[in-house]
């Protein structure tokens, strides 16, 4: 039976000095690629308690917003204030909301108008989700707009 030499050893040594580089290249890369953008898809959203009939507040402007589906759940028409029906045509819906709410400033959390969404049932939620999209803001240039920051959701209909 033979036996290897254990007493001679390599030298397992790494070289640190490469694999630093190799950190602070990738650390730099990353500090050097890091963009800074806007949050989306932060909605103030306030869902109906079950069987309430709360008291609001009747110096608030509330905008209506119903939206109608057909058998499938597809979008059928958009209603704003029990008045206007924009067929299904988010831009006008937006262009209509801009005349509406259009301050250049935006409002702040606690004060401008609060749209209530009422929708179908059967509505698919990329409905609802364009519904949200078109009444909360738009994107001008780099810069965000923001329409509306508080949205409700009447009950639901069956």
């Known amino acids: 039976m033979k036996f290897r030499n254990r007493e001679h050893k390599e030298n397992t040594q790494l ?21 800074i953008s806007a949050q989306e898809g932060d909605f103030n959203i306030r869902m109906p308690t079950p ?35 924009f067929g299904t045509n988010w831009q006008s819906l937006r262009a209509k909301m801009i005349e509406l709410v259009g ?11 609060e749209v209530e969404i009422d929708l179908d049932y059967d509505l698919h939620y990329v409905h609802v989700i364009q519904a949200i999209t078109s009444v909360t803001g738009y ?6 707009v923001r329409l509306v920051q508080r949205i409700k959701f009447a009950p639901v209909r069956r």
């Open 15 to 35: 070289s640190m000095t490469a694999m630093i580089d190799i950190v602070f290249l990738l650390l730099v890369f990353f500090v050097m690629t890091f963009k």
């Open 51 to 85: 069987g309430s009939g709360a008291a609001m507040d009747s110096t608030q402007l509330i905008i209506k917003l119903r939206l109608k589906s057909d058998e499938h759940g597809q979008l059928q028409e958009i209603i704003l204030n029990d008045q206007m029906s």
């Open 103 to 113: 301050d250049p400033s935006g409002p702040t959390a606690e004060e401008g108008p």
């Open 139 to 144: 994107r001008s240039g780099d810069d965000i």
